[in-house]
């Protein structure tokens, strides 16, 4: 059983930054490919970032050159640094993750808020 549990999501104004974190607890965190989600009021759920195990990354195009995602495999931890924040990109935030010999997002933590005023 995997525990995922975010933080940071806040209230900014519009070109600011933040930088969300999640902790894992219960597999081994290095085996498992994390990712960052969110979701806006009456919007479905989109993929922002992608980690692998090995460290590569992908991004929603949308994001790509303003945030980055990391992982800090010592402190099982997965990081979204998110700068010019948009108004748009108001939203829950997710960290999800999943093992890397399967294909879905199994695993989810309960979601950070970030709100982004103009």
């Known amino acids: 059983q995997v525990e995922l549990s975010e933080s940071g999501g806040g209230l900014v104004q519009a070109g600011a930054s933040l930088r969300l974190s999640c902790g894992f607890l219960?597999?081994?965190?290095?085996?498992?490919?994390m990712a960052w989600f969110r979701q806006a009021p009456g919007k479905q759920r989109e993929l922002v970032a992608v980690?692998?195990?090995?460290?590569?990354?992908n991004y929603a195009d949308s994001v790509k050159g303003r945030f980055t995602i990391s992982r800090d495999n010592a402190k099982n931890t997965v990081y979204l640094q998110m700068n010019n924040l948009r108004p748009g990109e108001t939203a829950v935030y997710y960290c999800?993750?999943?093992?890397?010999?399967?294909?879905?997002?199994?695993?989810w933590g309960q979601g950070t808020q970030v709100t982004v005023s103009s």
């Open positions: 219960g597999r081994t965190f290095a085996t498992y490919i």
């Open positions: 999800a993750g999943r093992h890397y010999s399967t294909s879905g997002y199994s695993d």
């Open positions: 980690i692998s195990s090995g460290g590569s990354t």
